[in-house]
């Protein structure tokens, strides 16, 4: 934490230093900025809100952003101020969970007055979470050999399904809980899915080093199983 802490303060330095008032707004978002990250499958998540974004502007922020990168970190997101009011209906799941778990650390907030329209993150959270799933199942047929790898791709899988969680309890009006592990016995109270089938991997995200899964193991088998479900329920929502 000291050292994303660290991180973050030079970025926000270099950032403003280079770029003044082109920079509207820097954001940090996601599981670090809901301090809920796991120290090895969660990205620090950022969010750059330009004027303008030609080539001249990128040129004055790439010292900043190269030492941000060089310290590990992912590539932020980069839009210009319309682009990102014009975003609501492409990506409203995503703009959803940013204004409901952000911290402005330069510029204004850009995000908790942007309106989103229930039909269109439906709409999205379907589609993303059908695609995960779909993704998953190739995954889970060239891991699954190896208990290792497969632990792996479950622990990773369940940072992107988390945020379907939140977003599914959003539609169904009901309060998003901080906790993982909360979030997720609502999320399966609400879809009718198997919550253990998410213990091994959020043990694993906390560091809490749960038993190693063996190949083919039915960890795995229950987690496919639960994604299933959770993309039937979504996909019969009203």
């Not at 992912?74 to 799941?93: G, K």
Request: no cysteine.
């Amino acid at each position: 934490m000291a050292d994303m802490q660290e991180a973050l303060a030079t970025l926000t330095k270099d950032l403003t230093a280079a770029l003044g008032d082109g920079l509207v707004s820097l954001m940090l978002y996601g599981s670090a900025a809901r301090g809920a990250a796991s120290p090895r499958y969660s990205d620090v998540n950022v969010l750059i809100v330009l004027r303008d974004a030609s080539a001249q502007t990128l040129h004055r922020a790439a010292p900043a952003l190269a030492t941000w990168r060089k310290a590990g970190h992912a590539a932020p997101l980069i839009q210009t101020e319309p682009e990102w009011a014009a975003s609501a209906d492409v990506f409203p799941m995503e703009i959803e969970d940013i204004r409901d778990g952000h911290r402005l650390l330069a510029g204004r907030d850009v995000v908790s007055g942007l309106a989103t329209d229930r039909a269109d993150v439906r709409a999205e959270l379907e589609r993303e979470a059908r695609g995960k799933l779909i993704r998953l199942r190739a995954e889970y047929t060239a891991r699954a050999g190896n208990g290792k790898a497969l632990g792996e791709l479950l622990a990773h899988a369940t940072g992107t399904f988390l945020t379907f969680f939140r977003s599914a309890l959003r539609l169904a009006g009901q309060a998003v809980a901080a906790s993982a592990e909360d979030l997720v016995r609502t999320a399966a109270g609400r879809a009718g899915f198997d919550a253990a089938a998410f213990d091994w991997p959020l043990a694993e995200r906390r560091g809490a080093k749960p038993t190693a899964l063996r190949p083919y193991d039915p960890v795995a088998s229950a987690y496919l199983a639960a994604a299933e479900r959770f993309v039937s329920y979504v996909n019969d929502l009203e």
